[in-house]
């Protein structure tokens, strides 16, 4: 990953830096004239968005974009660049973690995307910063970047043994596997909808 213009990092503990991914999404996006257009987005970061589309948008013009698995999105056009234009993105402290856990997620669906987890769909936990507590009391605060009915990878700094039973937010499960930043968790068993956006509320 590259820094971003603004220099920003998807670190929960450093709100101020963040890195842009490469990406491959779709979407659309409303002029100020309220004309809608198609659009691919191949670089994004919770800052900003280079915008792939073949209309023509102003410097300074403000846009508000729905993207795939990201959601509404809305900025003012920052700079005009070959296929697009770079979006500033105008979202709270809370958004922008929530668009980087998301990117996080893009980023790592290499190694995160096995069939035991495409058995469910994604969710978009509602506060992706939470606290995952082992069995003997210790807690460690981690960011959620997948997640899903029957479990969640997160990212971690330290390793906890496969198999070690947890506690993610308020959900119990098993250390699954590990990878590059951190640990996949199968709960314990099968939640619903409605206890995954409980746990994992702000």
Known sequence: MQ????????NPTATTRYYSVKVQLYG????????EHVCQISEMS??????????????GERIIAYIDHIGRVEGTVEKLVSGGFL?????SDRKKNKIAAQLTWLANKHELDTPEDRRHQRIAPRNPITTLSMADGRQYPC????????????ELRMRPALNSQVILGTMRGRVARHFD????????????????????ES
């Open 46 to 59: 919770p800052g900003n968005v280079v915008i792939g589309t073949d209309i023509m948008a102003n410097n």
């Open 28 to 35: 659309r996006f409303m002029l100020e004239d309220r004309t």
């Open 3 to 10: 820094p971003t213009h603004d220099g920003s990092s998807p």
């Open 181 to 200: 930043e951190g640990v996949a968790i199968e709960f314990a068993s099968v939640q619903s909808r409605d206890a995954i956006d409980a746990a994992f």
């Open 143 to 154: 960011r959620i970047v997948d997640l899903s009915i029957s479990g969640a990878a997160v």
């Open 87 to 91: 979006l500033s993105l105008i979202v």
